[in-house]
């Protein structure tokens, strides 16, 4: 309703005006101490703009975010709309040809910065500190040591647990999809509880006009 988009237009200028630098900008709330829910009750926002906010503006999965600092909701608000202003029509950006692109960018900024990109190497094993961190990997009897280490949680069998599933399928259209003004790409984003399930549906619409058509 129209009151609704009052209060959350006053909700996203307070995120855009807020500076944890400067007290006056935070109008009387520690937002590192006050639940994301609080924040909400402030601007008296109804449940499906908290819906759009904490989910299609926030991108949060689930509604735990409501109970935790409201700071961590307010950045994330800003950054949704500072990559909105700097991209035009969307925050979001998605390589040409695909994610592919991502790994082949990050083995060309390595080689850059004077790093080594090795593929097709076996990890024999992780290597571990008394602490029990991850300290480096072990392949070809040949070690090697970094301050971080990412990988698949096949790597760590031991040190992880399985706490859900994601659920993923792939359609093939031979027309936009409803709803969307006829837009070759765009997300969709389907709020858990408009879909009477613990987490959120994302639909990610790409075409020829990214490369992968």
């Not at 237009?9 to 009387?28: I, M, R, T, V």
């Not at 703009?49 to 949060?60: E, K, N, P, R, T």
């Not at 997300?187 to 058509?213: E, F, M, W």
Request: hydrophobic share 35%; with cysteine.
């Amino acid at each position: 309703g129209f009151f609704q988009k009052r209060k959350c237009k006053n909700f996203f200028e307070y995120c855009d005006s807020y500076d944890p630098a400067n007290p006056k900008s935070h109008k009387g709330m520690d937002l590192n101490r006050i639940p994301t829910k609080a924040l909400f009750e402030h601007f008296d926002l109804g449940e499906d703009v908290i819906d759009f906010v904490g989910h299609a503006v926030a991108l949060y999965s689930d509604d735990e975010y409501l109970n935790r600092a409201a700071i961590e909701t307010v950045e994330r608000v800003k950054l949704y709309q500072t990559s909105f202003m700097r991209w035009g029509q969307s925050p979001y950006i998605y390589p040409l040809y695909g994610l592919g692109e991502l790994p082949q960018a990050f083995a060309r900024l390595s080689a850059v910065c004077g790093g080594t990109f090795m593929l097709h190497q076996p990890v024999d094993q992780i290597l571990y500190n008394e602490a029990g961190e991850a300290i480096g990997i072990e392949s070809g009897g040949q070690r090697a040591r970094a301050k971080l280490i990412v990988g698949d949680p096949s790597y760590f069998a031991d040190k992880v647990r399985k706490t859900g599933k994601v659920h993923r399928a792939i359609c093939i259209l031979s027309h936009p999809v409803p709803s969307t003004n006829n837009h070759s790409s765009c997300q969709i984003i389907l709020p858990q509880k408009q879909c009477g399930r613990s987490n959120d549906i994302y639909v990610c619409v790409t075409s020829s006009k990214h490369r992968v058509a």
